[in-house]
């Protein structure tokens, strides 16, 4: 039986997730780098070893898609905002600078005495000399020195030469196979200028404002999701046709998207399970995928990347480390880290510009191989001076509970729930009954106008005789303060003023103070429960 090539590669892509995955989780489990699990899967079933899966259209088409994904949540997720913001210090960025340009210089020279190939070696040096913020970012987490002075200048560092090293590709993407000469050196400057300049005014100043409008008018959810997918791909498509990298204009989306995707942590967590559990996996199998025969042709130009690359940050890293307030060793494994966007631009390179091919696939191999070799390496010698410590939990459920918290309203809190309320002049049996029948500590005391006036607590009728409780009303009773809040209330409120208060119950009231519900602590969870459940 003849099985079409696209019903094949849906067996290919179903088995190439799982044992990615597999891959990954098994690297992690050894405290290694997790990526690199998943490209040994790409390179053992694809034509380096095994050759049974090899890249066909359809696989091609997820593998560009991922690119394009993985650069977004990176600009989001690496790149830290407001932190990049003060980091930004002349002598810092300088010195962040000049390490990077150090470094390419030494690999650029050290690849084009082996190859001969000065775009070849342009290429290889831009992305085996940068660093990636990402894999650093999980490496300081674990050795403890994410939020410490020490994790933050290293961190500077890296998202320094990490820019510096998008920009310069995206020049010499954009340049292609072109002869060098100062007229065509103008005119590709003057494209990568344009098209990061509409690039970043469109980012930074259209495209929140547009989704923001989206969220308003749209009914469903999912509609600001969908929204932002097409914008990843129409704004990768016109960069694309431009002759511009279209993961590089997914990377700067993802950077200027960070204000709106911070407050919205549902709609932020979606897209990770969406990049993160499909793209990635796929992605680094596929960049495994694209290797040749594994031979020992390939070691000569891996061990030259490796060595001039590792070393290279090494070196630099430790000259720089007194200047930003860093162990020496820290700081020359911790600016050599690999594994993310670098990863990326040496996929990208194998794609077709202005007609020429920027690198082929053994190059590409021999890239890739030194790039995975320091990706491993690094962490080890990181953590000679920097062991890993226990992680508290992630805050990304905590900032999800937090914003439904800050979505829902007290008035549809209240809504759900039966109105513990009593009347001022009501007996304090009948109080009493209806505290117990629903479960309640206490309940909100109205006047003869329907005004919450006090609070009447459950555990004052202790101590009272049963001839006292037949014979007293509520309001002979000692009463506690009333806390009321407006309909539109956030939830989050609500849970400050129970922990404020003390109270078991507090009233919703309306413009002019008349009550419209009430509400006790365990509603909020619940409700709270309830809308979580019903996302989509």
Do not use: W
């Not at 992690?28 to 899967?41: K, Q, W």
């Not at 993160?276 to 031979?295: D, H, N, R």
């Not at 404020?500 to 409700?527: F, Q, S, W, Y």
């Amino acid at each position: 039986m003849t099985i079409a090539p696209t019903v094949l590669s849906l067996l290919y892509i179903g088995g190439l997730l799982v044992l990615a995955k597999l891959g990954e989780e098994v690297f992690r489990r050894l405290s290694l780098v997790p990526f690199v699990g998943a490209i040994l899967v790409g390179i053992l079933f694809g034509p380096g070893v095994l050759n049974l899966v090899n890249i066909q259209p359809e696989i091609s088409l997820f593998l560009g898609l991922g690119i394009n994904f993985l650069l977004f949540m990176g600009g989001a997720e690496e790149f830290d905002a407001t932190r990049f913001g003060s980091m930004i210090k002349g002598r810092h960025l300088l010195l962040g600078l000049l390490e990077y340009f150090i470094r390419l210089a030494g690999v650029t020279t050290a690849v084009y005495l082996l190859t001969h190939d000065i775009l070849t070696a342009s290429v290889v040096g831009i992305t085996a000399s940068m660093t990636s913020a990402g894999p650093l970012t999980r490496l300081l987490s674990d050795t403890g020195l994410a939020r410490t002075d020490e994790g933050t200048a290293i961190f500077s560092q890296v998202v320094f030469m990490e820019v510096a090293a998008v920009v310069t590709f995206s020049f010499v993407y954009d340049f292609g196979g072109r002869s060098p000469n100062l007229a065509s050196v103008l005119i590709v400057g003057a494209e990568v200028v344009t098209i990061l300049l509409g690039v970043v005014l469109f980012a930074r100043y259209l495209m929140n404002r547009l989704l923001e409008k989206l969220e308003v008018y749209s009914k469903g959810r999912e509609v600001v999701f969908a929204f932002i997918i097409a914008i990843i791909l129409i704004l990768g498509f016109a960069g694309q046709l431009t002759g511009f990298s279209s993961a590089m204009v997914a990377l700067f989306l993802g950077f200027f998207m960070q204000p709106f995707l911070s407050a919205r942590p549902v709609l932020g967590e979606k897209l990770r399970a969406f990049t993160y559990g499909f793209f990635e996996p796929l992605f680094f199998a596929g960049l495994g995928l694209y290797f040749v025969k594994i031979s020992i042709s390939l070691l000569p130009l891996t061990a030259v990347i490796f060595a001039s690359s590792l070393g290279l940050a090494a070196a630099t890293g430790a000259l720089t480390s007194k200047a930003f307030g860093v162990n020496p060793l820290r700081n020359a494994f911790g600016t050599a880290m690999k594994g993310g966007v670098d990863s990326a631009l040496l996929l990208t390179a194998l794609t077709v510009s202005s007609g020429a091919v920027l690198i082929n696939s053994t190059t590409y191999s021999s890239a890739a191989l030194g790039i995975v070799l320091v990706s491993l390496v690094a962490p080890l010698f990181f953590r000679l001076r920097a062991s890993v410590v226990e992680q508290a939990p992630a805050q990304g459920q905590k900032l999800i509970v937090k914003q439904h918290l800050e979505n829902l309203t007290a008035l549809e809190i209240a809504n759900a729930e039966p109105t513990i309320a009593v009347e001022a002049r009501q007996s304090l049996r009948e109080a009493i009954a209806r505290c117990v029948e629903l479960g309640a500590r206490g309940a909100v005391v109205l006047n003869e106008r329907g005004l919450p006036v006090a609070t009447f607590l459950l555990h004052d009728t202790l101590s009272l005789t049963k001839r006292e409780i037949s014979r007293l009303k509520v309001n002979e009773m000692a009463l506690a303060e009333v806390v009321t809040v407006s309909k539109g209330e956030a939830a989050l409120r609500l849970a400050q003023l129970f922990r404020e208060t003390g109270m078991p119950v507090i009233a919703v009231t309306d413009d002019d103070g008349k009550l419209l519900g009430t509400i006790m602590e365990r509603e909020i969870l619940r409700r709270l429960m309830m809308d979580i459940d019903t996302q989509p």
